[in-house]
């Protein structure tokens, strides 16, 4: 029997990538059927790092009081030689984004929390055992075709339509090759074991990568009392010899006592791999997260980069199912989000190279440019704080150039001859960036995190002033139909008197810890444009805002529709009366 089932997308896979943009796109009010082929949730570790990007986006959604019981915050690495010296160490305490910058995970449990997540959401739903083997495409619609098995064994084929169709069915996805784009990089020979025990026998609660010339190898303390070892493999060690009890525990005799002794979760054989997709959309089909995307363990930015993925794209489709931008911005999605992901590719296979140099003389060499590095505190400083670590910077997209207020593009440096960008402490441009999130007081609310008050949309953000007395009513106007916020922050001792003082549509913020204060003042640009996924579309001085404004709408292909982007009510509480008439 064929059953066609009407939404606006439909997410192939019910992995991390594909569960958080089902609860991106549910948060807004759009109607999403995610098709797992899998019976059930994948329950076996995988992951083990988390970024403070991604649990900002899990802030965004309301989930952070169900992934944080699942973490461990200021996950530290140290590099030790094959004497257990240690040679670098990262431990990043930044936390400009509101979280600590790396977090420890069990992804079982995290993905749990992002699929339990949805039930919140009646215009979402997620099926298993659906299996989906084809897709057909026209000019309006997308039609997934899924094979479906009853507990009989009897398949049953069924058809699921929607304006846009994501893959994010892994490495391996379908949907990637049948939009028949190139899978460009490379897949290095070298294979590793990984070995997962619970109640960890060591305890130790941060990362060890063994840079052993004998056998490289890395030790990781994870939340639950989880303990994860990957050891590298020899060319003419078979997976079924790795595998075997025997051979596992004589790998782990150097690390504890007993290892036959060991609560076992799993023990297999994995490849890395570095390759990113040439481009992540075709027509009404488009892949994000591994599909997109094959990223080396070293710097444990696979779960991290779909995360980024969801958080791009989530937003882009909301604003063009509820009728407030063209197709044309679903354009952007590649153009923001492949370079970065290919810098992160290239940024593991580098750090991977380093640990894994198995010729004693290399070896030595490595480890002693590295005490010569820990002699110099600002470079052992660029190490520790991770500021090698590419942070995602947009030049094309949704985005106005901060100097020429040309639109789709945005140069890294402010080139202006006025006198406040040639006086700016930095003439580093923040377009392209996220901004930071600090925390600021409301009347309501004291110490409360920068993105649980101006919400999860767009919004213009002013230092010390009221934006309504800067912009024009057009400009005013334009920002009502983005469904933009506007937000003016001062400091703290000033804010009762703003309260009072600017118009009542203004939310003031109290900037009662200077970092907001700080950031202005060593930026010519105190009017902020912020995308939904916190990403600073244009930045300016006052009286070039409406020009900056114009160019991002030029930029995201805004229609002028004052359309809400969660929809309208009843496709927002699942009324099925407000199933697409596609």
């Known amino acids: ?39 059930r949730l994948i329950d076996y570790p995988r992951g083990v790092g988390m970024d403070d990007e991604s649990f900002r986006t899990i802030q965004t959604v309301g989930l952070v009081e169900t992934v944080r019981p699942h973490t461990n915050p200021r996950h530290i690495m140290r590099l030790v030689n094959g004497s257990g010296k240690t040679i670098l160490v990262n431990d990043p305490k930044t936390d400009e984004f509101g979280w600590a910058r790396k977090h420890g995970f069990i992804q079982p449990e995290v993905d749990r929390a992002l699929y339990e997540g949805l039930e919140r959401f009646p215009n979402v739903r997620v099926l298993f055992g659906h299996s989906v083997e084809n897709v057909l495409e026209d000019g309006g619609s997308v039609t997934a075709v899924a094979r479906v098995s009853d507990s009989a064994g009897i398949a049953e084929e069924r058809q699921f339509r929607a304006r846009y169709l994501v893959g994010c069915e892994g490495g391996k996805s379908p949907t990637r090759k049948r939009m028949g784009v190139r899978f460009e990089g490379e897949s290095p020979a070298t294979r590793w074991l990984v070995v997962d025990v619970a109640d960890d026998p060591l305890g130790t609660p941060n990362v060890f990568l063994g840079a052993d010339p004998k056998r490289p190898y890395v030790s990781i303390g994870l939340p639950h009392a989880v303990r994860r070892w990957e050891f590298m493999l020899r060319d003419d060690e078979t997976e079924a010899q790795v595998t075997d009890p025997v ?38 089909q488009m892949i994000a997260g591994d599909a997109a995307h094959l990223m080396p363990v070293w710097m444990g930015q696979g779960w991290n980069s779909g995360m980024r993925d969801a958080t791009n794209l989530g937003w882009k489709l909301a604003a063009v199912l509820s009728g407030q931008a063209g197709d044309a911005l679903l354009d952007t999605y590649t153009a923001e989000r492949k370079d970065h992901a290919k810098a992160m590719v290239d940024l593991s296979l580098t750090f991977g190279k380093f640990i894994k140099i198995t010729n004693p003389v290399a070896a030595a060499a490595r480890d002693g440019i590295s005490a010569v590095i820990n002699l110099f505190p600002k470079v052992k400083s660029y190490f520790a704080e991770m500021r090698f670590k590419p942070m995602p910077r947009y030049t094309q997209g949704v985005l106005a150039d901060p100097t020429t207020r040309a639109a789709g593009h945005a140069a890294a440096e402010l080139t202006s001859r006025l006198v406040p960008v040639r006086t700016a402490t930095t003439k580093v441009s923040p377009v392209g960036v996220q901004f930071p999130q600090p925390r600021v007081n409301t009347r309501e609310q004291s110490d409360v995190l920068l993105d649980d008050v101006i919400g999860n949309w767009w919004t213009v953000l002013v230092w010390g002033n009221d934006p309504t007395d800067l912009l024009p009513p057009d400009s005013v106007a334009k920002l009502a139909a983005l469904g933009a916020r506007l937000v003016a922050v001062v400091p703290e001792t000033q804010r009762q008197w ?6 009542p549509g203004v939310l003031v913020l ?50 002028g529709e004052p359309a809400a982007p969660g929809g309208d009510t009843a496709a927002a509480t699942g009324d099925d009366s407000a199933q697409l008439a596609l």
């Not at 703003?498 to 118009?503: G, K, L, N, T, V």
Request: proline share 5%; aromatic share 8%; with cysteine.
């Open 1 to 39: 029997m064929d059953t066609t089932l009407d939404s606006e997308v439909v997410i192939v896979g019910a992995g991390p990538t594909g569960l958080m943009l089902a609860n991106i796109l549910g948060m807004y009010g759009r109607t999403v059927t995610v098709l797992e082929a899998q019976d």
């Open 247 to 284: 051979f596992v525990n004589a790998l782990l005799a150097d690390h504890v006592p007993d290892p036959a002794g060991l609560n076992f979760i799993r023990r297999r054989v994995f490849t890395h791999h570095g390759r990113v997709a040439s481009s992540f959309r075709k027509g009404r």
């Open 498 to 503: 703003a309260e009072r003082s600017m118009d």
């Open 510 to 559: 109290g900037d009662h810890t200077g970092r907001v204060k700080t950031w202005f003042d060593d930026r010519p640009t105190p009017l902020v444009f912020l995308r939904p996924d916190r990403f600073v579309a244009g930045a300016c001085l006052t009286q070039h805002a409406p020009e900056t404004l114009d160019a991002i709408l030029r930029a995201m292909a805004f229609t």
